[in-house]
């Protein structure tokens, strides 16, 4: 039996995007710590109560600053000398550099990172936004050398570590997102009246959230009966959208937002096509979900996104920040409703046959040697 420590940034990502893995290791024989920011003892609980250990860690998910990154660091090496896992599992940005920087000179603990994504830090432009990229680079560089393996989940992003020398491709395994439990989110009719768009994401503008609102706008103009839906929670990232923002576009007309929830399954079934505008994803689990529930997908031809899509298949790409695109290919979903069946019983096919979780885990576990 080995010790496994699952390390991330926000706790209710363990709950959400983990908890398949935590429980497939766990099921093995392992013991699974999980690893994340300060929370609430009710996160708390609902993590312990499948199992699980939670041990808390010094993070910001946000933001560069010099002491707050040395605390996380020092807190990581803390738990790592004090707990002696076998085995590290990070994910996202500041996780998994300050978990390769904190296992140096740990001996006989071995390390993996999962990149879920390239983050704020690789895209955008101008002296700054470049600046960031080298740094966090470098960063990279230095704690995926102690890295026995890192996983992607889209082949851009691979390309990318490799290309800019981050990582060696020897070390590189591609898998497909962090998968779906096709049980949960079992196939479902679509409604028999209205028609309605629905997106799920944190209110961020690289999520394409207001390009989703001026389409609402222009599709509205010529269909005043359609509906478009939001659903995701606050995000206090550099590109945050104001709240006041979002309840100006309810105020206009153009949408509805329909806050958090922890099931997005009713939202999911409740809607004919989903929608995810987004500029860049690691592999984008709300498209996953709604192509395991049957539903067209509408997204943006970016790495990750693209990886969910067959044009014509079960559902269309348009440029990212396109807000006219993405209007036009709405506009063709509502003047083709009998294509939506179509459409959505092939994305189900899709999550079958590439995004079972079970699959997915049993390929990492497998590469970590817990199997």
Known sequence: ????????????????????????????GHEVIGMAAETNEKDIQKIEEK?????????????????????????????????????VLSYTVKPVIWSGLSLKGLKNIRFFALITGLGY?????????????????????????RAEGVF???????????????????????????GIDLSYYDRAPSPEEGIVFLTIAR?????????????????????????FHLLGFQDPGLNAIPIDEIHRWEEEGQLRYLGTAEDVRPAL???????????????????LEAMAIGRPILTTDVP???????????????????????????IWFIEH?????????????????????????RRMMTIMGLI
């Open 1 to 28: 039996m080995a010790r496994v420590l699952i390390v991330g940034a926000f706790p209710a990502s363990l709950r959400i995007f983990r908890i398949d893995l935590m429980q497939a290791i766990l099921n093995k």
């Open 51 to 87: 199992g699980f250990v939670f041990r808390s860690f010094k993070v910001k998910r946000k933001g560069l600053n010099p002491l707050w990154e040395l605390q996380t660091w020092h807190s990581l090496r803390r738990a790592f000398d004090f707990l002696r896992p076998e085995l």
């Open 121 to 145: 830090g690789f895209y955008g432009k101008g002296p700054l936004r470049g600046l960031l990229t080298l740094l966090i680079s470098f960063l990279y560089r230095i704690s995926l050398k």
């Open 152 to 178: 992607f989940q889209n082949a851009d992003d691979r390309n990318t570590f490799v290309k800019r020398r981050i990582v060696d491709w020897s070390k590189c395994h591609l898998v497909d997102g962090s």
């Open 203 to 227: 209110l961020l503008a690289d999520k394409g959230l207001r390009e989703y609102a001026q389409a609402a706008r222009i599709v509205k103009g010529r269909y005043p009966s359609v509906v």
């Open 269 to 287: 079934r409740n809607c004919h096509v989903y929608v995810l505008p987004s500029y860049h994803e690691g592999m984008p689990r709300s498209v």
């Open 304 to 330: 990750g996104c693209r990886e969910t899509v067959i044009p014509g298949e079960n559902g269309f790409m348009v440029p990212k920040g396109d807000a006219g695109a993405l209007a036009e290919r709405m």
């Open 337 to 361: 409703r009998g294509e939506w069946e179509r459409m959505g019983r092939k994305s189900r096919e899709i999550a079958e046959r590439r995004f079972d979780v079970h699959k997915i885990n």
